[in-house]
């Protein structure tokens, strides 16, 4: 049973950087951000698989990265160079197969939110 708590959100200038964590509890063969703004529906950012390859959501550029940290049984989103389009709930989800459709993952952390103003 996987349980997801993340942390790191909060606000920043346009331009600036922030580091989401999710520690995670148990096993999950695909782990996941996703991102919700206010009347819109929730988007894949990026996932990572059991064996580290990455894939990103079809709007991502290259300013966020995703990472897992495996001994510390942390995920993490690295944000760079934010833009205010990215003010957001992030959320951590884990699910397999690799998906970066909200509906195809099973579990869901309770989100961070992120506000670039």
């Known amino acids: 049973h996987v349980q997801l708590v993340e942390s790191g959100g909060g606000s920043a200038q346009a331009g600036g950087s922030l580091r989401l964590s999710c520690v995670y509890s148990?096993?999950?063969?695909?782990m996941a951000w996703f991102r919700q703004a206010p009347g819109s529906q929730r988007k894949g950012v990026a996932n990572?698989?059991?064996?580290?390859?990455?894939s990103y959501g079809n709007f991502m550029s290259d300013r966020f990265t995703i990472s897992k940290d495996k001994a510390k049984k942390t995920l993490y989103l690295q944000m760079d160079n934010l833009e205010p389009e990215d003010t957001a709930m992030y959320y951590c989800?884990?699910?397999?197969?690799?998906?970066?459709?909200?509906?195809?993952?099973?579990?869901w952390g309770q989100g961070t939110q992120v506000t670039v103003s």
């Open positions: 989800a884990a699910g397999d197969p690799c998906s970066l459709t909200a509906s195809e993952m099973s579990t």
């Open positions: 990572i698989n059991g064996i580290g390859a990455t």
């Open positions: 148990g096993y999950s063969w695909c």
